[in-house]
């Protein structure tokens, strides 16, 4: 029996039987057992939908691509990104739902080739948890942008 398994979605490599929501649900855990790693919980969430955009609704992908470019590129904090996008958001004036459903939900228009997943940051252990997430943000930036 093979002891791995890839998965589908965002291709990293896993113990078999695990699956990536494990890896997101231990990194929650390391946020929460060491409260300053919360500061890229943002950047986590984001990465790990980014890479299973089954996760959102089409608009849902569309803006969760426009909130990395917000961080990743225009290097802003999550305050200024509420502060600028809140009409967008508002969800009273909002006619669009952000997250996937089994009949409507995110896809990108071509395959793309990820170059670091939630096991890459997993097996970088808690202490470079910072350092990894930023690292994933970026990398997933460049894959979207890649041409
Ligand atoms: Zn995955």
Redesign the pocket.
């Known amino acids: 029996m093979d002891s791995e398994s890839i998965?589908p979605?965002?291709g990293?490599v896993l113990p078999t039987g695990q699956s990536?929501q494990e890896l997101f649900d231990q990194m929650l855990f390391w946020e929460w057992e060491s409260p300053p790693l919360s500061e890229v919980h943002h950047l986590m969430v984001l990465c790990f939908h980014l890479?299973?955009p089954h996760l959102y609704s089409p608009e849902g992908l569309a803006y969760a691509r426009q909130l990395l470019d917000q961080f990743v590129v225009q290097g802003l904090s999550p305050a200024e990104v509420r502060q600028q996008n809140r009409a967008q958001v508002n969800s009273s004036n909002r006619a669009w739902k952000i997250t996937g459903t089994v009949v409507s939900f995110g896809a990108y228009e071509h395959p793309v080739r990820w170059t670091m997943?939630?096991a890459d940051v997993i097996t970088g252990g808690p202490e470079n948890y910072g350092a990894r997430v930023h690292a994933w943000a970026q990398s997933i930036q460049q894959a979207l942008t890649r041409p």
């Open positions: 998965c979605e965002c990293a990536c890479q299973h997943t939630a």
